[in-house]
């Protein structure tokens, strides 16, 4: 019989076992189980929900879920795994029922690499496909064509202390339906800045009739990818080849960096950005779905 335990933190030995889990999941399905995010908590010992069951030798430590837990703005999200040796036991199932009491509401579900028993766990217990998120990917050295900026448009890049106020009007535009990006605050956008890896000359503002008119935010990771952090084009400004323009100059800069990958995020439903960024190279590398019940 599997018992689930709720640890509000772990011991080196169980951190051990969650990691050892953690890789024979990996090389079993070709994906990583567990966010950049989760592990660095697993790492740092913040605790999570272990389960174990008997083994040959003896209690062994056989599933890991962790869980954020609800925030003001967003409901609680999990992420769970169960060794590959020990699947199929029910250990999934009594780790996703123990999230959702956790939880105490509405609980997403992060599932990484689309995998169907993922699905077809998410569906056994009523869960619902919410939305997936691509990770699209090439190699820096492929050729980029040259940006082709619309007439009466100008490229500059962004001033820390001024342009702030233009910028947050215009992203919030331009993702209003979007409301993870859209709905950033002064806050949010500082918070950034303040950030080890902000860089202003990789900031692109596009301007208009002296009005901000789009943006394009790159980022440069530790391990050296280069990524398209933000586009967003007014929609004002939409249908100029605007969106196009902006990512090319932007991805001209992090290759010019010495970035490589160049990758990005983009939301699966989010067909024309697909379209953009396939025409321009990119495939899709990786995929995380997140399900969730109808309520949350
Ligand atoms: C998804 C995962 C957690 C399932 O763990 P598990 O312990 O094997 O799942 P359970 O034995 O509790 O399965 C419960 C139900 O899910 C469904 N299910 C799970 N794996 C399945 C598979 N490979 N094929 C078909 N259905 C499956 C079945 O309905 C099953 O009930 P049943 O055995 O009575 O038919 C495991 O495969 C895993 O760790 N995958 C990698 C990480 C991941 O994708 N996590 C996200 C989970 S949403």
């Given at each position: 019989?599997?018992?689930?335990?709720?640890?509000?933190?772990?011991?080196?030995?169980?951190?051990?076992q969650?990691?050892?889990?953690?890789?024979?999941?990996?090389?079993?399905?070709?994906?990583?189980?567990?966010?950049?995010?989760?592990?660095?908590?697993?790492?740092?010992?913040?605790?999570?929900?272990?389960?174990?069951?008997?083994?040959?030798?003896?209690?062994?430590?056989v599933?890991?879920?962790?869980?954020?837990?609800?925030?003001?703005?967003?409901?609680?999200?999990?992420?769970?795994?169960?060794?590959?040796?020990?699947?199929r036991?029910?250990?999934?199932?009594?780790?996703?029922?123990?999230?959702?009491?956790?939880?105490?509401?509405?609980?997403?579900?992060?599932?990484?690499?689309?995998?169907?028993?993922?699905?077809?766990?998410?569906?056994?217990?009523?869960?619902?496909?919410?939305?997936?998120?691509?990770?699209?990917?090439?190699?820096?050295?492929?050729?980029?064509?040259?940006?082709?900026?619309?007439?009466?448009?100008?490229?500059?890049?962004?001033?820390?202390?001024?342009?702030?106020?233009a910028?947050?009007?215009?992203?919030?535009?331009?993702?209003?339906h979007?409301?993870?990006?859209?709905?950033?605050?002064?806050?949010?956008?500082?918070?950034?800045?303040?950030?080890?890896?902000?860089?202003?000359?990789?900031?692109?503002?596009?301007?208009?009739?002296?009005?901000?008119?789009?943006?394009?935010?790159?980022?440069?990771?530790?391990?050296?990818?280069?990524?398209?952090?933000?586009?967003?084009?007014?929609p004002?400004?939409?249908g100029?080849?605007?969106?196009?323009?902006?990512?090319?100059?932007?991805?001209?800069h992090?290759?010019?960096?010495?970035?490589?990958?160049?990758?990005?995020?983009?939301?699966?439903?989010?067909?024309?950005?697909?379209?953009?960024?396939?025409?321009?190279?990119?495939?899709?590398?990786?995929?995380d779905v997140?399900?969730?019940?109808a309520?949350?």
């Amino acid at each position: 019989m599997s018992g689930v335990r709720v640890r509000a933190a772990l011991a080196e030995s169980e951190i051990a076992q969650v990691l050892a889990v953690v890789e024979a999941a990996a090389a079993a399905d070709g994906v990583a189980p567990l966010s950049e995010h989760a592990m660095l908590a697993l790492r740092a010992g913040r605790g999570g929900l272990t389960v174990t069951a008997e083994d040959a030798g003896g209690e062994a430590l056989v599933g890991y879920a962790h869980l954020d837990p609800a925030s003001e703005d967003e409901s609680a999200a999990g992420e769970l795994v169960v060794h590959p040796a020990h699947r199929r036991r029910g250990h999934g199932r009594t780790l996703l029922r123990a999230l959702r009491e956790e939880a105490a509401g509405p609980l997403r579900v992060w599932a990484h690499g689309d995998l169907p028993a993922a699905a077809k766990l998410a569906g056994a217990e009523g869960l619902a496909r919410v939305r997936a998120l691509f990770q699209m990917r090439r190699p820096a050295a492929e050729p980029l064509p040259e940006p082709r900026i619309a007439e009466g448009v100008t490229v500059r890049t962004f001033e820390p202390g001024r342009d702030e106020e233009a910028w947050l009007a215009v992203n919030g535009r331009a993702f209003a339906h979007h409301p993870e990006q859209g709905a950033w605050t002064i806050d949010d956008l500082r918070e950034r800045e303040a950030e080890g890896w902000f860089d202003p000359a990789g900031f692109f503002m596009a301007e208009r009739d002296g009005r901000l008119a789009g943006f394009h935010w790159t980022k440069v990771h530790p391990d050296g990818a280069g990524e398209v952090y933000v586009v967003g084009v007014d929609p004002d400004a939409q249908g100029l080849g605007l969106g196009r323009a902006l990512t090319l100059v932007g991805l001209r800069h992090l290759r010019e960096a010495g970035a490589d990958p160049l990758m990005l995020y983009v939301d699966e439903s989010n067909v024309p950005a697909v379209r953009l960024y396939e025409s321009l190279g990119f495939v899709r590398h990786a995929v995380d779905v997140m399900y969730g019940s109808a309520a949350g």
